[in-house]
């Protein structure tokens, strides 16, 4: 039976973002439903999958797996060749430590800098609190890469799933033009030249759906068109 993943709107979801893109990096074949994040049976839909009531959820056969970083270690169990996770023990332990960060950290980021993909690349004046996020998340993605990463322009060499956890990162760091230093540019650049970083570009572009906690420009609601409606 293939592997199943549950997500949310392409446009705002990061913590869907992550597994599936990983996913799609890796090779992992599975079937996709999007349940829209503002939908009336949203809660309904997604409680029939999971107890918590949240997408992402992985379902493979009768096992069902919620959160975004549990359905990266089960992935990396299932497929160990996906190279999900580094195989020498310091890199692997680097990895785990900065993708739980991500996982429980950064809210001032979060909430000033929601994601969007749908939103015209526009600068955002950051509060002190963002910047110090920003600011540790450029140390992490430098000293990683200095470490782990001299064989591949991401964190350990390849896409993992560590880089899979800052995706989001990336994203919102470009959609608000966010200052950066070269290595950090360089970074995202390898992250939105993927071609399933396109494919889910593309998906999120072409979305009618609008939730206004996203928006930060609401009631204005400005948008990008994908490049097949152009």
């Given at each position: 039976?293939?592997?199943?993943?549950?997500?949310?709107?392409?446009?705002?979801?990061?913590?869907?973002?992550?597994?599936?893109?990983?996913?799609?990096?890796?090779?992992?074949?599975?079937?996709?439903?999007?349940?829209?994040?503002?939908?009336?049976?949203?809660?309904?839909?997604?409680?029939?999958?999971?107890?918590?009531?949240?997408?992402?959820?992985?379902?493979?056969?009768?096992?069902?797996?919620?959160?975004?970083?549990?359905?990266?270690?089960?992935?990396?169990?299932?497929?160990?060749?996906?190279?999900?996770?580094?195989?020498?023990?310091?890199?692997?332990?680097?990895?785990?430590?900065?993708?739980?960060?991500?996982?429980?950290?950064?809210?001032?980021?979060?909430?000033?800098?929601?994601?969007n993909f749908q939103r015209p690349i526009i600068p955002r004046k950051i509060n002190a609190e963002v910047a110090a996020d920003v600011a540790r998340i450029e140390a992490i993605w430098s000293?990683?890469?200095?470490?782990?990463?001299?064989?591949?322009?991401?964190?350990?060499?390849?896409?993992?799933?560590?880089?899979?956890?800052?995706?989001?990162?990336?994203?919102?760091?470009?959609?608000?033009?966010?200052?950066?230093?070269?290595?950090?540019?360089?970074?995202?650049?390898?992250?939105?030249?993927l071609p399933a970083w396109k494919e889910w570009d593309e998906g999120a572009r072409r979305e009618p759906w609008v939730l206004p906690h996203d928006e930060v420009d609401y009631p204005d609601?400005?948008?990008?068109?994908?490049?097949?409606?152009?």
């Open positions: 039976m293939a592997l199943h993943l549950v997500i949310g709107n392409k446009t705002y979801s990061s913590w869907s973002f992550r597994p599936w893109l990983a996913m799609k990096v890796a090779g992992i074949s599975f079937a996709e439903t999007l349940i829209p994040l503002n939908s009336p049976d949203f809660k309904k839909r997604v409680l029939a999958v999971s107890g918590a009531g949240k997408v992402p959820v992985l379902i493979d056969g009768e096992t069902h797996i919620w959160d975004s970083l549990a359905i990266l270690e089960y992935l990396a169990e299932k497929f160990p060749d996906a190279g999900l996770w580094p195989r020498e023990p310091a890199a692997r332990a680097n990895a785990r430590a900065i993708a739980a960060e991500m996982h429980a950290g950064f809210q001032s980021l979060r909430q000033q800098l929601p994601m000293d990683c890469h200095a470490r782990y990463g001299k064989g591949g322009p991401f964190l350990y060499g390849s896409f993992g799933a560590a880089d899979a956890m800052y995706a989001p990162v990336v994203s919102r760091f470009h959609t608000y033009a966010i200052e950066v230093g070269t290595a950090t540019r360089d970074y995202m650049s390898a992250h939105m030249r609601v400005p948008r990008e068109l994908s490049e097949a409606a152009r």
